[in-house]
C-alpha cells in the first residue's frame, strides 16, 4: 500500500469578508479562522487555506452483507467493503456510533496511531476485488465530511466495475452533492425526523430543509437507488405527525417503492435514559408509511418480527425477497419485475 498525505486541501469553501473561511460542503457553513477547526473536526483552516485531514485515514473496514447498510432492495444478497472514518457533521444525541463520530481529528497530534496507514484509492478498490465484493460502502461514521477520498474512491470504483454506496445523514449541500453524484449509486440516507426544531434539538443542527433537497437530488437527479431510515426514539418523533409527514414526503418526492426502514431505538449516548422503542410503536410507523402509500416499510432492529422482514410484489403481493437476519434468498423477481404478476417492484437485483 502506497502513502498518502491525510491531509489534502479541502473542497468547497470561500473567503469571508472578515478574512476567515466559510466552508460550504455541508450546511453547517462554519466560518473558521486561522489555525482552528470546523465542526466535524476533519476541516482546518492552515496559512488562509482549508484543509481536510481526513484523506484516506479508515478507522474501521470489513465486508458487510449490503442489507446491513440498511439497502434491502439494491442488489440483494451481495457482499460490501465497508469502511469508515472519524468525525461527523451532526451531533445527534442517540448517536450509535459516538466513539468514532466524536472525537477531533484536527485536534490529534498523530491521527495515524493505532490506525493503519492512509488508504489510497488503488488499495480500497483493490481490497474490494480481491475480497470479491460488488461494492464500496462509505459508512459507520459521516461520509460528507470524506467528500475528498470519498470522491476518489467512488469514481475509481465505478471505473472497475463495484457500485458504490453511501450511508449518510444527506447533510451536504448541493454543489458537492451534484460533483460526487454520478460515482454514487445507492444512497442510504437517514430522515431522523421532521422539521427545523427537530434537527436543531435532535441534531444539533440548521437549515434542516437542505436534508430534502438532498435526498431528493440523489434520487430524482442522479438517479440513485435510495432507501430511508429513521430511528424511531421515545418521545422525539414516534408522534403521529412527524412519521405520518415523513412517510408523505417520502412518496410524494422519492416515490411509494421505496424502502423506508424503520428501525427500534436502542438506548445510547446522551438519550441512555430511555427505554428502547416499543413493538407497538414500530408497527405504528410501518402501518403510518403504508396508509401515506409505501409499499416496502420495514422494522429495523427487531429480528424476527413476523412480516416484517420479507419484500413482497407491491402489485400482487407475493414474496419477492426472504430474509433471515442478514441471510437473504431471492424468490421471485425477474430483473426489477415480480416474476408472477410481471409489476415492477423498485428492487434493483
Ligand atoms: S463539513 Fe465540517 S467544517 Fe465544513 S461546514 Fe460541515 S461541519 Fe463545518
Not at 485536534?107 to 461494492?135: C, Y
Amino acid at each position: 500500500m502506497s502513502l498518502q498525505p491525510t491531509t489534502v486541501p479541502a473542497r468547497f469553501f470561500e473567503t469571508h469578508k472578515s478574512g476567515k473561511i466559510r466552508c460550504t460542503l455541508c450546511p453547517m457553513h462554519c466560518l473558521i479562522g486561522e489555525g482552528d477547526d470546523g465542526a466535524c473536526g476533519t476541516r482546518r483552516v492552515t496559512n488562509g487555506v482549508l484543509e481536510a485531514v481526513n484523506y484516506g485515514l479508515v478507522v474501521s473496514a470489513g465486508i458487510d452483507p449490503i442489507e446491513k447498510k440498511p439497502l434491502y432492495h439494491f442488489h440483494p444478497g451481495s457482499a460490501v467493503l465497508s469502511f469508515g472514518g472519524i468525525g461527523c457533521n451532526m451531533k445527534c444525541i442517540h448517536c450509535q456510533n459516538a466513539s468514532i463520530s466524536t472525537p477531533r481529528l484536527t485536534r490529534m497530534s498523530d491521527p495515524l496511531k493505532g490506525n493503519e496507514l492512509p488508504w489510497t484509492p488503488e488499495s480500497v478498490v483493490q481490497a474490494g476485488i480481491d475480497r470479491k465484493a460488488d461494492g464500496i460502502a462509505f459508512t459507520y461514521n459521516e461520509p460528507t465530511i470524506w467528500f475528498e477520498w470519498a470522491y476518489d474512491v467512488s469514481k475509481l470504483a465505478k471505473e472497475k466495475g463495484l457500485y458504490t454506496v453511501f450511508v449518510t445523514n444527506a447533510y451536504i449541500e448541493q454543489e458537492p452533492l451534484d460533483e460526487i453524484g454520478p460515482y454514487v449509486d445507492a444512497y442510504a440516507a437517514d430522515l431522523k425526523g421532521w422539521g427545523e426544531d427537530f434537527y436543531m434539538k435532535f441534531s444539533k443542527v440548521p437549515r434542516w430543509e437542505r436534508i430534502l433537497n438532498a435526498i431528493d437530488r440523489a434520487r430524482n437527479v442522479h438517479n440513485m437507488h435510495v432507501e430511508i431510515t429513521t430511528n424511531v426514539v421515545p418521545g422525539w418523533n414516534d408522534d403521529d405527525d412527524s412519521l405520518k409527514n415523513i412517510a408523505e414526503w417520502i412518496v410524494k418526492t422519492i416515490g411509494p417503492l421505496t424502502v423506508w426502514h424503520v428501525s427500534r431505538f436502542i438506548p445510547h449516548h446522551e438519550l441512555s435514559h430511555l427505554e428502547p422503542t416499543l413493538p407497538e410503536t414500530l408497527l405504528k410507523a410501518r402501518q403510518t408509511g403504508l396508509d401515506a402509500g409505501l409499499k416496502h416499510v420495514m422494522i429495523g432492529n427487531m429480528h424476527g418480527m413476523e412480516g416484517v422482514e420479507n419484500s413482497s410484489c407491491p402489485s400482487c403481493g407475493s414474496e419477492s425477497i426472504v430474509r433471515t437476519g442478514y441471510y437473504t434468498k431471492l424468490t421471485g423477481l425477474d430483473g426489477s419485475k415480480c416474476s408472477k404478476c410481471g409489476a415492477e417492484t423498485g428492487i434493483v437485483a
